[in-house]
């Protein structure tokens, strides 16, 4: 089993839409979350931390179930350059706690106009 | 403030020779990643290293890899007798020193290595 899992997509919505993309993680003991957002294999750029409670930046909203070893992030109102490949990230904990991230493989956004 | 440099960005060797790629990381970041994206698939940890230190290595393969980061001068991962499986994007990321569990790491625009 993949330590960090997503939906590769792709997902094509029109301009507009809600679109949402989860992912699961397989170590519980994990502390830091992350949404990177990646373009046409560029370097990754951090889009959003993510919080147990929940936070909101503009358009997008990212959500932790602890419980559920889930993450999500929802994108409202999409963008024609929110087309993208979207990248759900964990720092891994290890004894050193080395502050590694583990990346899950991405899920590609089309916004067609 | 001038974010993380890579270079080169773009290196073609022949199957045999030597790769040789550089990472600068932020002014006041002290820890230094390195990540490698194989054509198709996701970012993959190779090593953490502080200066003068490797602080974590499990990500890197057992042979022909290594890494550095000096008192002075840039981060190197040296790759050598380069196989065509070694073609990909390699992606340096830094941080500052540690402040906590949710250090966010910012990425190079990284150096897209070709072996023909």
């Known amino acids: 089993r993949k330590e960090v899992e997503q939906d590769p997509g792709p997902f094509n919505v029109p301009e507009g839409a809600t679109v949402a993309f989860n992912c699961t993680y397989s170590?519980?003991?994990?502390?830091?979350f992350f949404w990177y957002r990646q373009d046409c294999r560029k370097e990754p750029k951090l889009l959003m931390s993510v919080y147990s409670s929940g936070n909101e930046d503009g358009r997008f909203t990212a959500q932790l179930n602890r419980a559920s070893q889930y993450i999500s992030l929802l994108i409202r109102d999409s963008k024609l350059s929110d087309s993208a490949t979207y990248l759900c990230v964990v720092n891994s904990l290890t004894g050193s706690n080395t502050g590694k991230l583990i990346f899950g493989q991405g899920t590609t956004l089309q916004v067609k106009p | 403030n001038a974010g993380v440099m890579q270079n080169p960005r773009h290196l073609v060797r022949r199957r045999g020779q030597e790769a040789r790629l550089r990472c600068s990381p932020m002014?006041?970041?002290?820890?230094v990643y390195w990540y490698r994206q194989l054509p198709e698939e996701g970012l993959k940890f190779m090593v953490y290293?502080?200066?003068?230190?490797?602080?974590?290595e499990s990500g890197m393969p057992k042979e022909r890899f290594s890494a550095e980061f000096p008192k002075e001068g840039p981060s190197i991962l040296r790759i050598q007798q380069v196989v065509r499986g070694d073609s990909a994007a390699y992606f340096c990321a830094s941080s500052p020193p540690r402040t906590g569990l949710k250090d966010t790491q910012y990425f190079g625009p990284g150096t897209r290595l070709t072996v023909l």
């Open positions: 290293l502080q200066k003068e230190n490797i602080i974590d």
């Open positions: 170590n519980s003991a994990s502390q830091s």
């Open positions: 002014k006041g970041h002290s820890h």
